[in-house]
């Protein structure tokens, strides 16, 4: 079947400008995570959804960040005036529920803030 | 959750099997030992879990100390698609831990031809 699906694949940004990253997680999955991974680092968590609620955003570096899911399905991760440091590949996974089932990742979306 | 703490980096010969190293001293009772790997330019993917006895599945074993303080990944032919960075992770099923995954810098297997 089809697996968790991210677009777009590459994405270059000016310092300063808004970007959105889209995720499709596989259908009928319940949970859906977002990741930022930094160039020879392991990922790191920014924010949960189960289901259209985001349950937990503690790990947005900053308010700059935004991510939504309004219909339980896919979801945008927003970055408003990008920054160098945000350069990183943005992997989002998701999982049947969320506790005790594998995360399915996504291939990401490497952003390069110019 | 608690951490673990992996080698940097190992090489193995094509079609020799490969033992990865993950010690986790402060493991709690309700932490099952996870493994992802990421190869060059994709996500992570899932490889194995187990919580006490060892476990095999398609991809991989895990072999799990009887302390549980320490396990090991193996491989048992590495093949050139098997490179990869693979991360041990430790996941709290009491409903008292976080729900995401927590990787560390993981272990860079290269695979010589």
């Known amino acids: 079947g089809a697996g968790v699906s991210q677009s777009p694949r590459y994405k270059v940004a000016k310092r300063g400008q808004d970007v959105a990253l889209r995720c499709d997680p596989i259908?009928?999955?319940?949970?859906l995570f977002w990741y930022q991974q930094a160039l020879g680092q392991g990922p790191e968590f920014l924010t949960y959804f189960q289901n259209e609620a985001q349950l937990d955003k503690s790990g947005l570096p900053s308010d700059r960040f935004f991510a939504e899911r309004p219909e339980g399905s896919v979801s945008t991760l927003k970055i408003q005036r990008t920054q160098q440091e945000d350069s990183a590949v943005y992997l989002c996974?998701?999982?049947?529920?969320?506790?005790?089932?594998?995360?399915?990742f996504g291939p990401g979306t490497r952003l390069l803030v110019l | 959750d608690a951490k673990t703490t992996q080698p940097n980096s190992m090489e193995s010969n094509e079609e020799e099997p490969v033992h990865l190293p993950c010690n986790h001293s402060t493991i709690s009772g309700t932490d099952y030992i996870h493994w992802y790997r990421q190869l060059p330019s994709q996500g992570p993917e899932y490889v194995i879990h187990?919580?006490?006895s060892n476990v095999n599945n398609r991809m991989a074993s895990l072999a799990i100390a009887e302390d549980r303080k320490s396990s090991t990944l193996i491989l048992h032919r590495a093949t050139l698609r098997d490179a990869a960075v693979y991360y041990c992770?430790?996941?709290?099923?009491?409903?008292?831990?976080?729900?995401?995954?927590?990787f560390g810098k993981g272990t860079k297997l290269s695979v010589i031809p």
């Open positions: 187990g919580l006490t």
């Open positions: 992770i430790l996941r709290d099923y009491s409903g008292a831990g976080s729900y995401q995954l927590t």
């Open positions: 259908s009928g999955h319940v949970s």
């Open positions: 996974a998701s999982s049947l529920w969320s506790l005790q089932e594998t995360q399915y």
